[in-house]
Structure formats: structure tokens, C-alpha cells
């Protein structure tokens, strides 16, 4: 082979491996733009489930989550209720969390303060998850309207670390529009010995 072919011959598998190259790093770029992403959490709000510092991937496709998935969320706006059962906007506290949803849309939630119990659509949900004491702290968001039915279109939130969390109950976070959840926790991948998928 001649040294003219040769330089034609790696030019080509250069330019081949550049392309490949490109190719990967464009469809890893679309992946984590608009697949998955990974967050990092902040505050004690969701222990023992979750710590501080547990780094997470974060599924982008789910923007319709179901009762117990533990979600992202851009806390821009706070939604509560008026007496007349119509949202109220408010600024919220403008910052991402990380909370377990609670109640969707169009479903009826109420609380105990009293006992710490939170009841669905008038059946007590059974949380495990909450280790921390249960759910006393009443923030104001909705004092005096519960139970309250979820507006289409909305999600009610909690951290599992009730006696510190800022979530629905506050006036301060209400409840979450659907656009505002950016997406569904599904594993932990950091600390390593804590690997594995999140429930």
C-alpha cells in the first residue's frame, strides 16, 4: 500500500471515529436534557427514606406521578385554596425539594392532626416510610378546610420527615401544579452502600 493510500485510509477511520464520537455525545447530551437527570438532596426533610447529600436519578418522562412517588420539584409557585374551594396563587419558596406525593388530583385528603394520621379518599394511609413521628404539624396552608379534594391538574405533598418538612401544609409550598414537577426519583446512586431504587 502506498503512503498516499495509508494517509487516505486513517484520514477516513479518523474522521469515522470523530463522527462516532459526536454522534455519542449528542445522544448523551438528549438523554440528560430530556430523559434523566441527576439532583442531589437538601435537608433532612425526607429521612430516613432519603438523607442529605443522597444523590439521585431522576426519571424526566413521569409528569403524572401516583400517590408515593417521591418526585422534584421547582417550588415557584404555592397554590392554596380559598374558602370557595378556588385556588389562590402565591409566590412559593423558590427553591427545587424533593417530597413523596401524597394525594393527586381529583382525590379527596384529610388529616388528623391529633392522632397524626392522613386519610385518602377516607381510607388511612399506611406510611412506613415515616420513622420520624407522624403527621402533627399543621403549617396553615388549609387550617380549618380539610379535608380538601386535589384540583385536576395539582399534586399534595409531604416530606416523610413530617415534623421538619415545608410541604403542602404550608402556605409557603401549597399545592404543586404538575408543570412545576420536573421529575420521579427511581435510584439512589450516591452514597454507594445505599444503591438501589427509591420508594
Do not use: C, W
Not at 495509508?6 to 455519542?24: A, H, N, Y
Amino acid at each position: 500500500m502506498t503512503d498516499k493510500r495509508k494517509k487516505s485510509s486513517f484520514l477516513k477511520e479518523l474522521l469515522s471515529f470523530i463522527e462516532t464520537l459526536l454522534i455519542t455525545f449528542f445522544i448523551f447530551m438528549l438523554v440528560f436534557t430530556y430523559v434523566i437527570n441527576v439532583t442531589t438532596v437538601r435537608g433532612s426533610s425526607m429521612e430516613e427514606t432519603l438523607l442529605p447529600g443522597d444523590k439521585l436519578i431522576v426519571s424526566m418522562l413521569n409528569r403524572h406521578p401516583e400517590t408515593g412517588d417521591i418526585v422534584i420539584i421547582e417550588a415557584n409557585d404555592a397554590v392554596t385554596m380559598s374558602d370557595g374551594g378556588t385556588p389562590v396563587f402565591n409566590k412559593g419558596i423558590g427553591k427545587t425539594i424533593v417530597k413523596r406525593v401524597i394525594a393527586v388530583g381529583g382525590q379527596s385528603l384529610d388529616i388528623d392532626f391529633e392522632r397524626g394520621a392522613v386519610y385518602i379518599d377516607g381510607s388511612m394511609l399506611d406510611e412506613e416510610y415515616v420513622t420520624k413521628g407522624l403527621t402533627h404539624l399543621d403549617s396553615g396552608a388549609f387550617t380549618g378546610q380539610y379535608p380538601i379534594t386535589v384540583p385536576d391538574g395539582y399534586v399534595f405533598v409531604m416530606g416523610d420527615n413530617r415534623n421538619v418538612s415545608k410541604d403542602s401544609r404550608s402556605s409557603e409550598v401549597g399545592l404543586i401544579p404538575l408543570s412545576s414537577i420536573t421529575g420521579k426519583a427511581v435510584l439512589r446512586i450516591y452514597p454507594f452502600d445505599s444503591f438501589g431504587a427509591v420508594d
